[in-house]
């Protein structure tokens, strides 16, 4: 049974006064599924104890039917990218994956036909005796894509894996989570929209330790529709109008400003357009207190 | 074995392990070397000749040497004291001068051990403390030099027993231990640390391999590899040995097993309270306090530098002599020597508990912070 099943779980930490994850009920089954949310939104805790590495203050949650308290277990079918992920520099690439197999329990005489294996996977068989340090941004993620699927895992969770990846690193990293994800769970955690866009239409949204929402990008985007709508002002009004709306996108030509605004209810001037994922997450954010989404 | 192998090649290659092997391989051929030449396949003959220091039990031989040194730091008004193992010198007022004077006198008149420390007693608070004159320091007069028959016996037993190369064997053991009992604490503080300067520590601690299995694994590289630069000095020990004592029936096992059964235990426990450190503390706390172990040790040691082993984590033999006191205490080194080595197992026990928790999100480092105003 490939599923992640997480019932109620909430997270305090000792001195904080919210909590960083609250009573959070999600199910996610295998493929891609996209973790959206701010920064402090509550994911990187949500990742840190699906991984084992951090304890829930109440809620469970099963892991392809093994429940999260059976550590050992867990750890042996999940692969984890953490954000931020490092090597020790002066390793080469092939030493540190076979580092990282050993500590997965990869049994010695599979290591490394395995390692070349990941190594031509996420392209880095030419790279396979650099140095880490000697690795640019977006190879030192695809190394930590390699390592986290050493093990095989039924389930791969990646932390903020495309955080200042150039462009066209993004795209490669985005279409390797997808190839890996059509035989595991893999469970993307982003606070940019275009990754999940790019990889996935199954998403759950986190914010302030709350899941706002869980469920397709189209019907979050069904959600935001009548509210996101088209118009044109001078560039002098643009300032005030910031204030009272959420405009999630402007292109200044001359004195005249074309922007795509939020707000709750039609607007005389203003046309009524199909709202974008970025625009329906922006919504669902911004819903319960901005101006612009409460007309 | 690959993982050790892996360990053992990241450990040597670090810059802090190359600065230990230095400082190392100095210290001990610095201390050692000039000490090794021809002189201990002479046997002694002459009855006038003054030969080494060995330990007594002789207490007026005790009284003699403390009240010689005494009556002559007043004499010059130059005593010395060793606060925290760093020697100090004090001169004292007339009046205090006056005092001691009558607490010199007053320990003339000393017929026990207990009453000559009740007599100095008083000396070693107008010095300020931490003097040869308190009643725990005394004991480092209780040396004499050996007399012919002694200096026979003696040799004797570096000819036989010892077989030259284990007298030298305990001096460098005496002086490795010194290093080692400090220099691996910070190595390793540094080579753990290097795991949260790569930020590597989620991706490893998430991982399937049991904690136990990885601490001893990382904990068994970094000993072979600190155990590097203490071989090596055995090893150009020994052969300046072989070179000076061409034909002499030496042992070639003596250095390496001064290596493994008085210095071993030492760097087994310096290196587990750094790895103890590292998981208590996550930074560089833990080698303040060996630190202050390490001065601890030394000064204690101090008082009997020639042959004083009881429960000191760096046993002192700092003397090419004082033979017989080895052997004679030989059981009392090796209960010392498995009792460190025991040690190091509960620190090492210790980590693998703390790293679990650290591991699960349940213990995040004890850190000291100054106290609020």
Not at chain 2, 363 to 371: E, I, T, V, W
Request: with cysteine; net charge positive; glycine share 6%.
């Amino acid at each position: 049974m490939d599923t992640i099943q997480i019932n109620h779980l909430t997270k305090h930490y000792r001195g904080k006064d919210t909590p960083a994850l609250n009573d959070v009920s999600l199910t996610i089954s295998a493929g891609m599924f996209g973790l959206l949310g701010k920064n402090g939104a509550g994911k990187s805790t949500l990742m840190r104890i699906l991984t084992t590495l951090d304890q829930a203050t109440a809620g469970s949650i099963q892991m392809c039917g093994i429940p999260i308290t059976q550590r050992a277990a867990i750890r042996a079918q999940v692969g984890y990218l953490p954000q931020n992920f490092g090597f020790y520099p002066t390793m080469t690439v092939s030493d540190a994956l076979t580092y990282l197999a050993i500590l997965a329990h990869v049994p010695a005489r599979d290591q490394q036909r395995r390692i070349a294996r990941l190594l031509a996977q996420v392209n880095l068989t030419k790279q396979a005796r650099t140095k880490v340090k000697a690795l640019s941004g977006g190879m030192r993620q695809r190394l930590g894509i390699a390592q986290a699927l050493v093990n095989q895992p039924k389930v791969l969770i990646v932390d903020e894996p495309t955080a200042g990846l150039d462009p066209e690193e993004r795209i490669r990293f985005r279409n390797l989570l997808a190839e890996f994800a059509q035989e595991r769970i893999v469970l993307l955690s982003t606070h940019i929209v275009s990754d999940i866009e790019a990889t996935t239409n199954r998403i759950g949204v986190l914010d302030q330790g709350h899941l706002l929402f869980t469920g397709t990008t189209a019907q979050l985007q069904t959600q935001a529709a009548g509210h996101v709508f088209a118009s044109s002002l001078s560039v002098a009004e643009l300032s005030a109008f910031k204030a009272r709306y959420e405009i999630s996108e402007q292109i200044v030509q001359g004195d005249t400003a074309h922007i795509r605004f939020l707000a709750t209810a039609a607007m005389p001037g203003a046309s009524t357009v199909a709202p974008t994922l970025e625009e329906a997450y922006l919504y669902l954010q911004s819903r319960p207190t901005r101006q612009g989404v409460r007309q | 074995m690959k993982l050790f192998w892996l360990e053992f090649k990241r450990f040597t290659t670090s810059l802090a392990f190359v600065l230990y092997t230095l400082v190392t391989v100095g210290f001990i051929l610095l201390n050692v070397w000039p000490m090794i030449d021809r002189g201990l396949a002479t046997a002694p003959v002459n009855p006038t000749a003054r030969y080494d220091l060995i330990t007594t039990t002789d207490f007026h031989a005790l009284k003699t040497n403390a009240l010689d040194q005494l009556k002559e730091e007043h004499a010059d008004d130059a005593y010395v004291t060793y606060p925290f193992g760093f020697a100090k010198n004090v001169t004292l007022t007339a009046g205090a001068q006056v005092k001691v004077e009558q607490a010199l006198n007053q320990a003339r008149q000393a017929d026990t051990r207990r009453g000559l420390e009740k007599a100095l007693g008083p000396v070693d608070q107008l010095l300020g403390g931490h003097s040869d004159y308190q009643a725990a320091n005394l004991q480092r007069f209780a040396v004499r030099p050996m007399t012919l028959a002694e200096a026979r016996r003696d040799h004797t037993l570096i000819m036989r027993k010892d077989r030259i190369t284990g007298t030298y064997a305990r001096l460098f053991a005496d002086i490795a231990s010194i290093i080692v009992c400090i220099l691996p604490t910070i190595v390793i503080i540094a080579y753990c640390y290097a795991d949260r300067r790569a930020q590597i520590r989620p991706t490893m601690q998430a991982k399937a391999m049991g904690t136990p299995k990885w601490l001893v694994t990382r904990y068994a590289a970094s000993v072979a590899g600190l155990l590097i630069p203490v071989l090596m000095t055995a090893l150009l020990l020994l052969g300046r040995v072989i070179l000076l004592y061409p034909g002499a029936a030496l042992d070639y096992w003596a250095f390496f097993k001064a290596a493994g059964f008085w210095v071993l235990p030492t760097l087994l426990v310096s290196t587990a309270v750094g790895f103890l450190s590292d998981a208590l503390f996550s930074n560089f706390t833990g080698f303040a306090l060996q630190i202050g172990w390490w001065l601890i040790t030394m000064m204690i040691g101090a008082h009997q530098v020639i042959g004083n082993y009881g429960w000191l984590l760096i046993p002192r033999h700092n003397s090419l002599h004082n033979v017989s006191f080895f052997y004679a205490h030989y059981s009392e080194l090796a209960i010392n020597r498995l009792g460190y080595t025991l040690l190091a197992i509960v620190f090492l026990g210790l980590t693998m508990v703390l790293m679990n928790l650290q591991r699960e999100g349940k213990y995040r480092g004890f850190h000291l912070r100054p106290a609020r105003r």
